[in-house]
């Protein structure tokens, strides 16, 4: 059984135990560090991109991707509706439901069933001061075949029923707990105490990929939202910085001759960071500083040059802290191509406040933009200008962006939202996504489904057990970015052999 | 340190320790009771264990009951030492052998040294006894209550060996003041220089009531070793004890427990009179002893249990983890109080509130400019700032901000209109930060400024009713988990079980969770039902605020529909909601039962009846259940039954809280996440286990008594020896920097105010402004590479990446040259800011005018004595060439901001 493989490698971790302290993984993982970062090469070279977009506190999106057949009774759109308890209005403050007319159409041409997306998924015009560009949304990119959605994924250990929930089967930890969600989301493989944990697999990737840092020693995963463990892999630690750029330190800048002694004090701050100290604190504060002030310095000259090659002229959208970010992925994206060549790279940028127990709508306000609406337009807003910008760097077949959440949220309400679930759905952009369809199992929308022939299995308010796993959304991706042999794939997922397929189809080769 | 270490260096050169050793029997009764049982294999470490201050008390293998070790954990010259002395036998014959030596990670040798030729007094002559060396002890610690001794001697009679040793004694920590009586700093050994050479080693054992001593008294007879040890209990400034004398067994292999012979040796009394004298006196029936008296002086004390701090740095460092930062008065108050007694002292202090100043501040304001709420949020955190800088009860605001980071509550976001909401809840924390928890994480609970940003407020029941069968069915509106989850995940019991040291406790090899998604959803119920007061209009600020109550009367207010769902309302114009709002916006919570779930149902026609099993109960954590309400709570419900509906919502409130309150998990949760919050990201399993001891119990019998809680992490011994394990400390998060920065320089509010109205750009960190409820970062933080390779947390380090290192630096840079010009290179003048914080001229144009005596005066004032010898060399090498031609001012200015972005101010330590 291969399946059995992945507890043999942890025993095999776990009595190495001490001495694991004292090198990397790829020092215990033989199999991680015979496999050589060649694959990217071998896959046909060029530039390739993942950028992650999380959208914090648990996106509901069985609201964002509406079965939208009929509204007769007993249509999907009608199962929706009264499970969600009916179209939200004036009168009905308790519903969740969006009314049919509002759902943007969209027809997946992978499914017998019309579909529809949130009314904040339309074209729109970005405007930024005395600038602005028109731009397509989601309901566009979908139906020009940019853009798919992957259904009720989660974190899963292995397929598993509700019969087999009940069962005690082994199911992820924390179920429904947010951070804890998230952070199974980052790492996939929903196995908090393997040692493979401790790097997202965007990290993972990006080591098998990318290799090491550029030359001017840029990380080749990049966050614009802070910490984040998806890009964390074996000696792969994430270079941050903020949407507005890279921030140089004031008042300590080399070879200036100045009436603060700014110079000497630099050359004396650099001599700090680079002593050795006792405390692991102190020396890991003095490397990030350090890291900060080198890479800073290179970056900010490539993101400023003055013939305005590190910058974008797409128009993204003012006071979308979204778009922001995405805009410096942009840029980032067009300076490590033609500064140093780089050849893998991967981002996150993140965007909060989905963590609606109260206030999905708004009363008195457009469902469009107002609650859950809000959150969404931001969403559409920036992926429609990132998706301009793409066009602009040439980089629309090489970069494809993607959202995770930390869950899907219960189907019925608590009175103004909804509550923490499992299994959940994701967009994924880009020329090389085959779009317009949709990938895995869209469930029913019930709640207490108990069905094995077509796996839909919800608990008591509608939390829907998933039927694609992370591992497999993520494995299907880093197939793309170029780990395509199966003993690599399988070194960096290994859960994955737990799953019929690997490769979900979403990805052209 | 000097005096201390001369008088250890005397001590060793001539001591006569005597002692005796313990009869395990008489100790395991006075014993504290601490877990002897070995740490859980399934602590999460993988870090090898590191000794620490936490290892002083007594040890002795079980199986050779009647003889074993006394440990003193002790710094000298800055480095930890064991002094053990091992109280045994030869041929029937008590003996006792001392020594001093080196601990290097779990390990320490002490070559061990026998004394000979002494009597007892009145006929104690100093210098008869003979000093011999007997041979080599080592000993191997695996946790901080099991270890091996092994041994080497060639002295006559001895041999080598070796033993398993067990923790017998854990000495109390010094958490009371040594003038009101016997304290835990009184551990230690004693002697009266005037016959140096025989002496007392103290232990101070358990808490409140059932406090006792332990002493072992090594002495001489007609020439030969003595000890006899003693324990009874203490009152006050005496200790009482009973002593025994033993004799007849050998030393090992040859001992054998069973030829201990244990004669009653009389009694004892130890009086102290402060933390370094007591007199002494005995009587003994046995023959040669005699009675007799003697003063008693202090030899050692254990680190990490004096009585008060040796020197300025020590008191520095205290009022680093204990303050928003050290400043020359409270420095000299800790010298002169002591630790314990200066948290005594912070504790009778008044509370330092924010909120009914900053409504009054909000009410002047509106009449004059009003503005939208938002506007006032900078009103808020200047608040925060002006108080936690100058404050006199800095421990209670220090709680509180720890506090403010388990019990998560921000302003970004849905609160992003109400900081007077925002400011009362801070003020919850000041009033209980000192108060028991369990009445903290009852007012937290029902506060409507949680039940906004939880989403708790205006939580209702599902309704049931009965459809076309007349089958009563549950309706799809469930009442929100939000607060439900949180509550038990993050304010009290986590997600999985743990012992007492915070190790998770397994089964089956997988960490057992502490509720299930049922109970999530159960205890929801219990959360239903709750909205604002209405208690009639209100005058804030000299602002009159209406509330229109509906002119209901006593408890048929709370069955109004239109209260339920009623807001307090605000001070407004036209275009313009300001943030001043009535009380009822932030008083507590109250319950209206129609919407509260009572277990029966929603429907008039089944006479409300009670809900089929099993949703007639509800389930909650650890088995918690609450039962249907006797009488149907609706809309129509009248007379008396509207009381006892309203004493239905209170009691499963009640029920909710004590279930919560009473778990055992709560003690390693919340003693782990103020430990990282004051001292330690990393607390050994015994700290942890010590302070959660003592949220267990105070000594009198109270559980939660947080004010306990805050004393047993500071003063623990592992917090506050002075040499501390090498991964002690924590990373000082970024607002702890700039109020140490401010308050180390007498820091001036420039036109009253300290001006840092969003520190969240810079620092990634607003008082009561996380992202979310998981806080800025998260306790279990662990950052890539090195750190998290090694088993260690970091939790302030999630918010330090390259992008905040710089706008840190460069914030920090703004506040400290606030007012202070750098226009010319040799020459700083000043301007007072009129809108902003600054470094007071007179404290910088005070400081010492060498560049070395400088650097070292910044490096009292900002790192209480912790900085390297290479980081000094350093710094006065710029001042002596590069900056030479500077003023004192520039020169200041410029290491102070150089400090506050180094490697080494970043570690708290």
Known sequence: MRCTHPKHRRDFIKQLGGSFALGSVASLLPQLALMPRAV??????????????????????YNWLVPRDSESAGSRYDTYRSTRGGVYSATNTNGLAHAFNDLLPITPSNTSSAYGLHPSSTDYTAVNGASSQAHGGLQTLFNQGKAAFICNSGPLVQPISKT???????????????????????????????????????????????????????????????SARYLIGDQILPYQLASSGVNLIDNYTAGITDTNYSSARRALLNDLLDDSYAHPFSREYGRVVKRSLDVGESLSGLLGASDGSGDVTSVFPAGNTLADQLKMVARMIKVSRAAFSAQRQVFYVRVGSFDLHDGMFVAGQPVATSGHGALLTTVNQALGAFWAALGEINARSEVT???????????????????????GNLLVLGDAVQGGKLYGTYPNLIVNANDNTNKDWSFSRGQYIPTTSVDQVAATLARWMGVSDSAALASIFPLLDNFSASDLGFMNA | MKAQRSALLWMFVWLSLGSAWLSSTAIAAAASPARMHPVPAAAKSTSAFVVSADISGTWYDPAQSGHGFVVEHTIIAGAPQLLVTWFTYLDGETRWLFGLGPLIGNEARIPLSITSGANFPPNFVPNTATVQPWGELVFNFSSVTQGRASWTSSFPGFNNGSMSIFRLTTPASALESPTAGIAGCH???????????????????????????????????????????????????????????????????????????????????????????????WNSSVAGFGSGSMNLTRLTSLSGRECTPSNDAEAARFLTQASFGPTAASVSEVRTLGFPAWIAAQKLLPTTLQRPILEQQVAAHVLVDPRNAQYYNAFRVERWFNTAVSASDQLRQRMAFALSQIMVLSDQGTLSNNPIGVAEYNDILLRHAFGNYRDLLREVTLSPVMGAFLTSLRNQKTDWTLDANNNLVAGLIAPDENYAREVMQLFSVGLVERNRDFSPIQVGGQNAATYTQDEVTDTAQVFTGWAYACSGPATVGGISINRNCTGCIGSACNFSSTLFFSNPGRYAVPGTVTALMHPDA?????????YADTGRSATASNNYAVLPAPNDIKSLIAGVNVAPSSVACHASTTGNDQQTCLNYCTAQIDTQIDALFLHPNVPPMIARQLIQRMTTSNPSPGYIDRVAATFENDGSGVRGNLAAVAAAVLLDPEARATAPAANFGKVREPLLRLTAIWRGFGVQAGG?????????????????????????????????????????????LQILDESTAITTADELWRRVFAGYSTSNATSTTFSAPTQGAYLSPTELDALPS??????????????????????????????????????????????IHLIAISPEFALQQ
């Open chain 1, 164 to 226: 087999e929930y009940d069962n005690g089967a082994p199911r992820p930890a924390q179920l429904f707990s947010h951070n804890d969600q998230e952070l199974l989301w980052h790492v996939g493989m929903s196995a908090p105490n393997d040692p493979l944990s401790r790097f997202g697999w965007g990290g993972r990737v990006a080591k098998l990929t990318a290799g090491g840092s550029l030359p001017n020693g840029l990380s080749p995963t990049i966050s614009l939202a802070g």
């Open chain 2, 752 to 796: 009253g105010v300290y001006g840092v109205t969003s520190p969240e750009r810079f620092y990634a960190q607003r008082p009561l402004g996380a992202p979310s409820v998981f806080n800025f970062y998260e306790p279990d933080y662990q950052q890539p590479g090195e750190i998290a390779d090694a088993g260690l947390f970091s939790p302030e």
């Open chain 1, 40 to 61: 990217a090469q071998a896959s046909g070279g060029g530039y390739r991109a993942l950028v992650c977009v999380y959208l914090a506190g648990a996106n509901d999106s």
């Open chain 2, 187 to 281: 551990a230690g050994a004693w002697y009266d220089p005037a016959q140096s050479g025989h002496g007392i080693f103290v232990e101070i054992l358990g808490s409140g009531a059932n406090r006792s001593m332990l002493a072992i008294w090594y002495a001489y007879l007609n020439g030969a070793q003595r000890w006899m040890t003693a324990t009874g209990p203490i009152v006050g400034n005496t200790a009482t004890l009973t002593a025994t004398i033993t004799s007849g067994a050998d030393f090992p292999p040859a001992f054998n427990a069973a030829n201990v012979v244990r004669a009653p040796w009389g009694t004892m009394s130890f009086v102290s009179v402060d933390g370094n004298h007591a007199s002494w006196q």
């Open chain 2, 850 to 895: 060498d560049n070395a005596g400088l650097i070292e005066s910044l490096n009292q004032k900002l790192m209480f004595g912790a900085m390297s010898s290479t980081m000094k060399t350093k710094l006065t090498a710029l001042l002596n060439a590069d900056m030479a031609a500077a003023d004192k001012r520039r020169k200041a200015l410029d290491m």
């Open chain 1, 401 to 423: 962006t993607f959202t995770m959440s930390d869950f899907g949220r219960t189907l019925t309400g608590n009175g103004s939202g909804s509550d923490h679930a499992w299994g």
């Open chain 2, 586 to 594: 932030y008083l507590p919570m109250v319950c209206y039962p129609r």
